[in-house]
Every structure is written in C-alpha cells, then in structure tokens.
C-alpha cells in the first residue's frame, strides 16, 4: 500500500488534479515539473534506504535476521511441506502397521501455506530470469 502511495499512483493522482485546477499550459508544466521533482527525490530516498540496508554490517543476532529473513521464510516453508506430506505420512502409516493408538497428528493449514511457497518460487524463477538474461550481476 505504501508503494502505490510513494510509487507514482498519487503523483498521478495529484497531476491530474493540477490538470483540472490550472488552464494555462506554462502554469500545468510547471505543476507538472514540480511534481515530477518531488517523484524524483521519493525515488532517491528509497535508493538511499535500499542502499543502508544491503550495505549494513550489522552483528549479532539482528544482523542475522536481517540478512537471513528470506532464506529462513523458505526453509520453514520446506519444512512444512516436508512435515506435511512425507514425515506425517510415513508416521501415520508406522503407527497403523503396529496398531499404536495416539492422539491426532497436527495438521498444517496448507490453504495458508501453499500461497507462501508459491510466492517464493515465482520470485526464485524471476530471480533466475533476471540473472540468465545478465540484468543483474
């Protein structure tokens, strides 16, 4: 939601506006310069925060989290599914084969799940894309 906010749909939003208030050309170029400037520097700002971020030497347990946030999403992902449909199964089939009565195994919701890893394996594909075409180094 704060992309389309910073990321040009209320730029637009708001040159449109100027379009309606102003009748003179020189005066909507120069609202629309303006705006454009004010575009310019979001942009820059967000570089500058995307820049922080990946250059930070950040110790710890922070630091971390910080580098390994994606990495530890997908691991859980895989191990959820590896919970789900092999682990759980083979230990349902174990205790079936030797009569052992236990409470109910637990269940993962995988309407939640299955959207997640999905996510991640479209962005792994894009990634892959991106570094096969040399858009990225």
Known sequence: MLG???G?????AIGDIVDDLYTSDEERNDAKIKLEEIQAKLKAKQ????????????????????????????MSAAISILWEFV?????MFFLAVFS???MPLP???MGVLMPL???LLGMGGLRTFEKVK???K
């Not at 040009?8 to 637009?12: D, L």
């Not at 500058?48 to 390994?68: H, L, T, V, W």
Request: proline share 2%; net charge positive; no cysteine.
């Open 4 to 6: 389309k906010l910073l």
């Open 8 to 12: 040009g749909g209320s730029i637009k």
């Open 47 to 74: 570089m500058d925060i995307n820049f922080a971020d990946a250059s930070s030497k950040a110790g710890g347990i922070s630091g971390f989290m910080q580098r390994s946030w994606r990495p530890l999403i997908g």
């Open 87 to 91: 682990i759980k199964q083979f230990l």
């Open 100 to 102: 052992i009565d236990t």
């Open 107 to 109: 269940s993962l919701d």
């Open 117 to 119: 890893v999905m996510a």
């Open 134 to 136: 040399g858009l990225t």
